[in-house]
């Protein structure tokens, strides 16, 4: 029987793991905390850790048990080292927040689920935020969304790691279709001329904003 432990990391102990249930846009449902509460009672796993990205991290596993609460859980399974797209971190916008003038969770969800498996160079983080006070972190974010009143803003290359990066707008004032056209064609440039491990951050730095956006205007993305 395959004990190879999936879709986990392993921690500084070098003798457990942690897991990262994929939770879209960070939006939970009654049966996925039913499904995590089972799982921490049965196998008493110790930590259970909201993280930066709005999900939760399941902590301090043995190798052996890591597949069978996958099982149990009966979640899909976050990413945590591939190289693709970690998360997409979505502010509530304006399904509920007095301040949100577009709708961020709706535009999160749809967009983590179109991106979901594409190869990338590196780790991809979106960030998406309804309103210009920018509660997605989208400035800091890979890949980052900002709405305003007339549409949507698109900003490519930010990092909020040790090397900080603002990242650069690359347009303003698109519609729901144009943000994901232009999402698509930025990450597919990206995937063709980026190297591996190379975040965006570094990408811009590198290849330089200006010749991102030319290559996007000519269609040019490989």
């Keep these: 029987m395959n004990r190879e432990p999936q879709s986990a990391i392993l921690q500084r102990d070098k003798q457990t793991y942690a897991i990262v249930p ?13 499904a995590i509460a089972g799982v921490v009672e049965k196998y008493d796993i110790p930590i259970i850790k909201i993280t930066s990205g709005h999900r939760l991290a399941l902590v301090g596993m043995k190798a052996e048990v890591v597949n069978e609460i ?16 970690h ?13 949100g003038v577009q709708d961020s969770l709706g535009l999160g ?19 998406v935020s309804g309103c210009p006070f920018c509660c997605g ?8 969304i900002m709405a305003k ?7 490519f290359g930010g990092n909020s790691g040790r090397r900080v990066r603002v990242g650069d707008i690359i347009a303003e004032d698109l519609s729901r279709e144009e943000v994901i056209s232009l999402s698509q064609r930025l990450l597919e440039y990206y995937a063709a001329n980026g190297k591996k491990k190379e975040r965006t951050a570094r990408f811009v ?8 956006k030319s290559a996007l205007l000519a269609g040019r993305f490989g």
């Design 149 to 155: 009143k007339k549409g949507w803003t698109l900003v």
């Design 70 to 85: 996958w099982k149990d859980l009966n979640m899909d399974m976050g990413k945590a080292t591939e190289l693709c797209l």
């Design 87 to 99: 998360y997409v971190q979505a502010c509530p916008g304006n399904a509920v927040c007095q301040f």
């Design 22 to 34: 994929r939770i879209p846009g960070g939006l939970a449902k009654l049966e996925d905390f039913k």
């Design 205 to 212: 730095e590198r290849v330089g904003i200006e010749q991102i």
């Design 109 to 127: 969800i749809e967009i983590e689920e179109f991106f979901l498996g594409m190869a990338l160079p590196a780790k991809v983080k979106i960030g």
């Design 137 to 144: 972190e989208s400035f800091v974010r890979d890949v980052g």
